[in-house]
């Protein structure tokens, strides 16, 4: 029987993602501490993240046996460093200037917990920004776009010209890697409207 999922996030984003993959499912955004722990380096911190957003909303839940929970979460880095979101147009100014004309990576992780059980899968994308002017930056900020967004952009909005190219998941960089989500959810026996146990034998 296909169990119930959960959804730790109400990113508008991530729902779309799981939507259009052909699940059924409810959001229970978790609320949990999303500070950087000392020495910890992007790929601990983006999968202890997903880590503690499922387990998080589970223990909210009381860990009902036919609930699975879906935790993920997203940084932007750029040689080591983790790009957060923006405070004000200074510091996407600072931030869209680091990225201009380089490669950076999006690390997306994704992790379920069920039961007690939890697993886990950090995605990584490589992003090839064109070079761009100050102008642009200030423009796109007023746009609004990046405000709410790590690394002071979506890839999927209007900051997709910035975009030379990926080497990854283009889903990843929107919030969830679809194919290695699909592949995690099946191990928990949780299936979408389109693929069941057969699928994955």
Known sequence: MNKKLVLASQSPRRKELLA?????FVCHPADIDES???????LTYVRRM?????TGTAMLLGQLTDHVILGSDTCVVINGKILAKPADLNDCIAILSLLSGQKHQVLTAIALSSK????????????????????EIVAYWQTGEPQDKAGAYGIQ?????????????????VGLPLFETAQLLAKFDVYSSINSIETFK
Do not use: H, M
Not at 20 to 24: A, K, N, R, S, V
Not at 157 to 173: D, H, K, N, T
């Open 50 to 54: 997903a880590e503690e957003k499922a």
């Open 20 to 24: 259009q993959l052909g699940y059924q």
């Open 116 to 135: 007690g059980r939890v697993i886990s899968e950090v995605v990584c994308t490589d992003v090839y920004f064109k070079p761009l002017t100050k102008n």
């Open 36 to 42: 950087v722990n000392a020495s910890e380096d992007a």
């Open 157 to 173: 909005g209007i900051a997709g010209q910035f975009v030379r190219r990926i080497e990854g998941s283009y889903s990843a960089v």
